[in-house]
């Protein structure tokens, strides 16, 4: 189905299960041609109405310029508002910063759920400088450098970027929505994170580096209703069998 945001965008959205509503977002580069939380939307239909759905300029989604954080925070709101004006949201890597963000706006979300949110330092000039970049290199149209630059640059060991050569055409595709998310990134501060009076899950993976488990650590130390808990994974990601029961638990 399609919602309709604020500025008039169309957003895709896909809805299954039943039960209080859980919204899935998705992180830098993920959509429904290269998924990154609709498995364990599968595995979470048996106890909520799960929404999914592609985020701006990705997949079936329109992409109305220019771009701005607040349109994002609008197309979840939106997608709140089509579940019936309240949620749980369970979020990935950068898409947990813009679920935050929608937080510290207002939008009426239940409780949250964070994957390994990757929140830097504030006012940091690499994090700006590497914004610069991917900026340039997308609007040069050089998109499978930007994909490459970008996975590098956020510490994808060399196997794991060995084995998503097969979705490289995918990711190509939605190459110019890294720069959307290197802005959410950099909007993204302990000063707004204080205002986040959402209860929140924030959780890692035991098999991460300590740059994605001190990320987690620091979102939740800055948060005033925040737990943190690392569970049994690999790098960047939990198996569904570990993750869909703690979701289930801490949104019920």
């Known amino acids: 189905m399609m919602v309709t945001s604020s500025d008039g965008t169309a957003i895709a959205c896909e809805r299954a299960g039943s039960g209080p509503a859980i919204v899935l977002v998705d992180p830098a580069l993920g959509y429904r041609e290269f998924d990154n939380v609709r498995v364990l939307g599968e595995r979470l239909a048996g106890d909520f109405t799960v929404y999914s759905y592609d985020r701006r300029g990705r997949g079936l989604s329109g ?5 701005a954080v607040q349109r994002e925070v609008e197309d979840l709101a939106a997608i709140i508002a089509e579940a019936g004006g309240r949620a749980f949201v369970y979020a990935f890597s950068s898409g947990g910063l813009l679920a935050l963000q929608a937080a510290a706006a ?3 979300i239940e409780k949250l759920v964070l994957m390994e949110p990757p929140i830097g330092a504030d006012d940091d000039p690499a994090d700006a400088a590497f914004t610069t970049e991917m ?11 930007a994909v490459e630059r970008f996975l590098t640059g956020c510490g994808v060991p060399a196997d794991v970027l060995a084995g998503m050569a097969p ?3 995918a990711l190509e595709a939605v190459a110019h929505t890294i720069v959307y998310d290197c802005l959410i990134s950099d909007a993204t501060t302990t000063e707004l994170l204080a205002k986040v009076s959402t209860p929140t899950l924030v959780l890692d993976s035991q098999g991460s580096g300590d740059d994605l488990t001190g990320w987690a650590a620091a979102v939740a130390a800055a948060l005033p209703d925040a737990r943190h808990r690392s569970l049994p994974g690999g790098w960047h990601g939990v198996p569904v069998d570990h993750l869909a029961p703690v979701v289930t638990e801490f949104c019920s």
Request: glycine share 10%.
């Open 63 to 67: 992409d109305t310029p220019p771009y």
């Open 106 to 108: 207002g939008v009426p």
């Open 135 to 145: 900026t340039e290199l997308v609007a040069t149209g050089r998109r499978t450098e």
């Open 167 to 169: 979705s490289m055409p």
